[in-house]
């Protein structure tokens, strides 16, 4: 069993590969054999919390009793069973459940596997919108905003707006008018959010209205643009973003891929601004971090578009659409929340959190903080006055993290983003120790630095 981490043949996802083979931190790179709520567990029996919640999926726990059982009981019955051309008794409850905790206007439920998938539903679903009420449309072109991160396949790259991810792909992609992203600590246009008036939002005004009779839909990820790099939207955003789609009649998507489930405080981050979205994408938390699994649910207008004539199907559907395994643990992961109260259990969790950051500030490494309910980061700079960044080519978010295994925490970074994003689950107590291990990583990198100049 020791030797199972040895094999080389997997390429790991956004991953350096030269680098990751010669990791030479103390403990190299743990190969995960167990876990049980909040900790990982490596072959050689060490426990790790789970800082990123296995890449922002898990809620609940791992190995949480509920959500093993529905999937085994679901094994007993069958394991997949397509959606093209018949019904599924799990797809069926799931999508009941759904609606229960959905605002009423979302009405239809599209499935597919993953959240790149749930916004390419999202985006074809749009442009075909238009079409199906006029064939003549000229409405084929998507907003998007700068920073944004909407999954790895090609529709879903370009209407991101990650530099180092997207560039390289650019001949490949579909055009799309990018509004700015309010990422208020490197202001684009050197203001600051108490005096800005929210410049950035009259940026988006002017593209929508000059562009309006061109544009199929509106697409963002509400409140704290995650991958994007832990951007804590400004109060208010989301709520102008939805006044200026209406006024033009154009569809929002919202993107809640990572944010949705409780990430933010609340189910779902629109409520917090009292707007329901046009369209929405659901992943990674839907099924507590067990299966693959995701939803784009509808607003019955647009969804009312697509009946009738044959020609106006939407001819989508990936093969694993709505799995009854998936269906099945997201549904006990949703009965989770009302039985456990994780939403109301939050608010003294999210308290402890913004008191742990607080620390970071000190740090000479630390430029900005930022958090949104249970998601936070921490953006460390080579020159805290005037924010000079760190070269990426620097690593200085995973050399951070290497150290912080040394500690007992597993955290991924975003460049020079150290990001918390903890089960909905985890203690007082455990996220203590995971900002304590974060901390104490940090401020030995920094102390590394300083040695290194000298
Ligand atoms: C992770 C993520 C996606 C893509 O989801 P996958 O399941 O990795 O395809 C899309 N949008 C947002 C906001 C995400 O965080």
Redesign the pocket.
Known sequence: MKTVGKDKRIWYPFTQMAEFENDDSSVGIPTIVAADGVYLIDEKGNRYIDGVSS??VNLHGHNHPKINSAIEAQLRKFAHSTLLGLKSEPALKLSKKLSKILPKELTRIFYSD??????EVALKACYQYWHNLDKKTKRKKFVAFENA?????LG?VSVGGVELFHSIYRDLLFDVLRAPSPYCYRCKFEMTPKSCGMKCLTEFKRLVSENAEKIAAVIL?PLV???GGIIVHPKGFLKRVKEVCDEHKIPLIL?????GFGRTGTMFAFEQEGIVPDVL?L??GITGGYL?L?VTIFKESVYESFIGEYEKTFFHGHTYTGNALSCAAALANLEIFDEEKSLKKLPPKIKRLTTLLERFKELEIVGDVRQCGFIAGVELVKNKTTKEPFKLSERIGHRVIRRARKYGVIMRPLGNILVFFPPLVIAEEQIELLLDAAFRSTKEVQDELKTHLR
């Open positions: 890449l922002w993953n959240g790149s998938t749930a916004v991160y909407h999954g790895d396949t879903a990820e643009q995650c991958a993107d809640e891929v990572a944010v994408c992943a990674k693959p995701a």
